[in-house]
Structure formats: C-alpha cells, structure tokens
C-alpha cells in the first residue's frame, strides 16, 4: 500500500530536513515517522483535538518562533540571534511528548437535530512514560541529537506560567534563557489564536 504524505506532512519533513543537521536528527526523524507523531492530535478536548492536530500545532508555533525572532526590537535592542536549525528544533519537537499518548476511542451522544445516538470519535490519555511535559520532550528530542542548554531550556519551559511548577522557577528560567521566553510566547498564540477555532 503506497501512503500518501500531507501537505502538513511535507512541509513538516522540509523544514525539518532542511533545517535540522545535527547528528542524529536523521534517527529522530525515523522516530517520528515511526510513531503516531503525524496523526496524533495536540490535546483530548482543547486546541488541536483532531486527527493530526499536533502536527498542525507544531508546525503554527514554528511560524510564530520565525515572526518573534524577525523582529527588528527583539534583535537590535535585546540581542536575540538564533540559528534556522535551533529555530526549527526547538518549535517543531516542543510537543515531541505528547506521541504515541492519545489513544483513539468512541464515544456514543444524541444528535441535537435528529435525537438519535450516534458514536463520535473520542482521544483518551493514556500515558506510559509520565515524566512530565516539557522536561519529558527534552529527555525524548535529547535521546537522538544533542541539544544546547538554551534548547533544553526553551523546550522545558514552553509552557511559560501556564504549567503547574512553582512560578518563581519558572520567571527565572524564562529570564536567563531568552528562547524559552520566545518559544512559550510563539506556543500560546498558536494555541489561544491560530487554534482557537478548531
């Protein structure tokens, strides 16, 4: 059977290889592909709860990394210089931890319009290696290609004050390592803005 790749998939795949040169990135990909990384959705009930969701959602949050990293203030006045290849690591591979963690099931609810029960698609949670979120995709992304402390740092923190740790850590992780600041600020507006309406 001939699998045909969608355009999420393609431009996934074009970025990531022509971006990501690392040694073993290649491995990484083929984890990817091997896993359920292009279909899964991003959550259960929230942004990006369909089939292939996280895919879509990693690749909005590449999109917003690129235009916070383009602006004239963020570069001349505070410095922030980052590679293509750190860019497109750290937003495409912030969610790595969520594959292979949704399991698809259904769920039976009446129609509104025609009062008869009807099964709806329904993603159940079930995680098999609960080590987290962010520090989780670290430990994942970081099996295969070696990751600076700064991508350690923008992957672990990506989800800013909106996690359950203790908000002090958080404010200073977000302080000393600029990227975590830019790559959290690039996740919720793909979550709250870009996805809010699917």
Not at 82 to 88: D, G, L, P, V
Not at 165 to 172: A, P, Q, S
Request: aromatic share 16%.
């Amino acid at each position: 059977m001939i699998y045909a790749q969608t355009q999420d998939e393609l431009q996934f795949e074009e970025i990531y290889r022509g971006k990501i040169k690392r040694e073993g990135a290649d491995k990484l990909y083929d984890f990817l592909k091997d896993s359920d990384f292009f279909v899964a959705p991003a959550s259960t009930r929230f942004h990006g709860s369909y089939e292939g969701g996280l895919l879509r959602h990693s690749l909005n949050v590449y999109e917003c990394l690129i235009d916070l990293v383009d602006r004239p203030r963020y570069k001349d006045n505070y410095g922030f210089n980052y590679s293509e290849e750190t860019i497109a690591l750290v937003s495409l591979l912030h969610d790595v931890c969520k594959v292979n963690i949704y399991k698809k099931t259904y769920r039976n609810r009446k129609n509104e319009s025609t009062g008869q029960w009807e099964s709806y698609p329904f993603y159940e949670f079930n995680d098999n290696l609960p080590y987290g979120h962010g520090e989780k995709s670290v430990y994942m992304v970081g099996g295969f290609v070696k990751l600076t402390r700064e991508e350690s740092m923008a992957i672990r923190w990506h989800m800013g004050f909106s996690g359950l740790e203790e908000k002090n850590t958080i404010g200073k992780a977000l302080e000393m390592y600029p990227l975590a600041f830019l790559l959290a600020t690039a996740d919720m507006e793909a979550s709250y803005f870009m996805e809010s309406n699917t």
